[in-house]
């Protein structure tokens, strides 16, 4: 087990947010070493470095909470797409199943815990980016605690403007009544302000951290979460300048795939920004994280709860000889690489490998799974981006060339069966790029949104209920609209 103790406190009131932290020598990620729960007066706190610092690591431990990573990100993010579905037993949460059908409505749970955790997110993200500025404290520690703020709060707005489109624009913490019930604005708006941040922040942060603050937002997630927002607004010279940067900083893919996601290589050479989580001994409230628990093999000691399981299509979709099947998906009645017999019999036949945590490192009185980190952005994914930019702006070189050192991974251990792209089509190469974003990113909450920016959407989840002119955005929660009073606006369809 690692040595990392991991206990962030936050408040998510506007005028106060108070976390306390200590340093446990020799640990990594220290930025998350807290004590037990402690609580300042506000008029005491954004005083002093130490209250910069807690207030940012508040920022770090709210996206690992139940509303960032566990039912509502499914909903929201994955069971749209043909690569999920609910999972788990047949009556277990039956309200999942009305995003993978589209039959959900504004009313829905999952909805408003989303659009909750994000702007619980941003609100403490702009608690630090309103109050850090008038703490005297070191000028450089001060930009980078500035910057990783911008970063969290970019993320949020990017995974709200693509599940609901327009959504209100909160940069400051409100100072009046009247600063609380903020209209929509418009997405060209939102990702304008997204963009100014990520831009910002790569301009200060580091391109690495020493072991005690391994996880932190570096320049490279910066570059490749801004090259990430450019593709989705099809800016493809930005795509490519800003994965070409990326490119040029270090980062190499783990030679085995299915290895990337285990607790061994966390935070790797591969990862570019993962959300941070560990087991803290005798503080199970700490050791928060549900992601690997409500997605793990169900039924078995260590497992979980079996939701967001892989799709038949999914397994269907891999090429032969591409290893990325078995690194993505547990199929029962088979032996995880890690030893764990998955029963022949159960409520679902795979299950999603890339959120699995051995079962004999489960720890009695803790999530299943608790010590996973979530991987956000990979290498693969940057060089994936490249090549579908390098590809649109017309070098096909260098897009075949990105594509393949993805490629020559998958075909690991298998002879070389996987065959090289060599196509210099420009419409060929473009479907092999997203058959590619399919095959190596299924599972990380990426598909859904990625073939409703590709504009396939209607062909692709059509059979599944998707209708264009709707279900491009999801439903603004009904709770939202109504406190208030009408100022936000639903949805055309809802």
């Given at each position: 087990?690692?040595?990392?103790?991991?206990?962030?406190?936050?408040?998510?009131?506007?005028?106060?947010?108070?976390?306390?932290?200590?340093?446990?020598?020799?640990?990594?990620?220290?930025?998350?070493?807290?004590?037990?729960?402690?609580?300042?007066?506000?008029?005491?706190?954004?005083?002093?470095?130490?209250d910069a610092n807690k207030a940012v690591n508040a920022a770090y431990a709210n996206l690992r909470t139940w509303n960032n990573i566990a039912f509502a990100p499914i909903a929201v993010e994955s069971l749209g797409s043909d690569d999920a579905e609910k999972g788990s037993s047949t009556n277990d949460a039956t309200y999942l199943n009305l995003y993978d059908n589209f039959t959900v409505t504004s009313t829905d749970g999952?909805?408003?815990?989303?659009?909750?955790?994000?702007?619980?997110?941003?609100?403490?993200?702009?608690?630090?980016?309103?109050?850090?500025?008038?703490?005297?404290?070191?000028?450089?520690?001060?930009?980078?605690?500035?910057?990783?703020?911008?970063?969290?709060?970019?993320?949020?707005?990017?995974?709200?403007?693509?599940?609901?489109?327009?959504?209100?624009?909160?940069?400051?913490?409100?100072?009046?009544?009247?600063?609380?019930?903020?209209?929509?604005?418009?997405?060209?708006?939102?990702?304008?302000?997204?963009?100014?941040?990520?831009?910002?922040a790569a301009v200060v942060l580091p391109q690495s951290y020493t072991a005690d603050d391994l996880g932190r937002v570096t320049k490279g997630a910066a570059l490749a979460l801004h090259a990430k927002v450019a593709m989705y607004q099809?800016?493809?010279?930005?795509?490519?300048?800003?994965?070409?940067?990326?490119?040029?900083m270090g980062y190499s893919l783990i030679p085995n795939f299915e290895k990337e996601f285990r607790l061994e290589n966390e935070n790797s050479s591969e990862s570019v920004f993962e959300i941070q989580a560990a087991i803290v001994p005798g503080n199970a409230a700490a050791s928060n994280s549900q992601y690997s628990q409500v997605q793990g093999v169900r039924g078995v000691t260590g497992g979980g709860w079996g939701f967001n399981v892989p799709t038949q299509n999914l397994a269907d979709s891999f090429e032969p000889g591409d290893t990325r099947r078995f690194g993505t998906i547990i199929f029962r009645g088979t032996t995880t690489a890690e030893g764990d017999a998955i029963a022949a019999t159960g409520d679902n036949p795979m299950y999603n490998y890339k959120s699995y945590v051995p079962f004999s490192l489960f720890v009695s009185g803790f999530n299943e799974g608790a010590q996973q980190n979530l991987r956000v952005l990979r290498y693969s994914d940057v060089l994936l981006m490249n090549a579908e930019a390098a590809n649109e702006q017309g070098n096909t070189t260098q897009a075949l060339s990105s594509l393949e050192t993805v490629r020559a991974r998958a075909r690991q251990g298998n002879n070389a069966v996987l065959p090289r792209v060599t196509t210099t089509d420009k419409a060929e190469l473009r479907n092999a790029i997203w058959r590619e974003r399919r095959s190596e990113l299924a599972m990380e909450y990426d598909r859904y949104f990625d073939v409703i920016r590709q504009g396939r959407a209607a062909q692709v989840f059509g059979p599944k209920g998707w209708k264009a002119n709707k279900n491009e955005v999801w439903p603004v929660p009904q709770n939202e609209i109504d406190k208030s009073n009408g100022v936000l606006t639903q949805n055309i369809g809802y």
């Open positions: 087990m690692r040595n990392i103790k991991n206990n962030i406190y936050k408040a998510t009131s506007i005028s106060m947010l108070i976390a306390a932290t200590i340093v446990a020598p020799g640990c990594k990620k220290a930025f998350l070493d807290v004590p037990q729960q402690a609580q300042t007066p506000v008029s005491q706190f954004w005083q002093t470095a130490d999952q909805l408003q815990s989303f659009w909750e955790g994000q702007y619980q997110s941003i609100n403490l993200a702009n608690q630090v980016l309103d109050n850090v500025p008038n703490i005297n404290m070191d000028a450089n520690l001060k930009a980078r605690y500035l910057s990783e703020a911008k970063f969290i709060r970019a993320y949020c707005y990017f995974r709200l403007v693509r599940a609901f489109g327009d959504v209100p624009l909160r940069l400051t913490i409100p100072k009046s009544d009247a600063d609380y019930n903020l209209a929509r604005s418009p997405k060209a708006q939102v990702w304008a302000a997204i963009e100014k941040d990520l831009t910002e099809q800016k493809w010279a930005d795509v490519l300048n800003y994965t070409n940067q990326v490119m040029g």
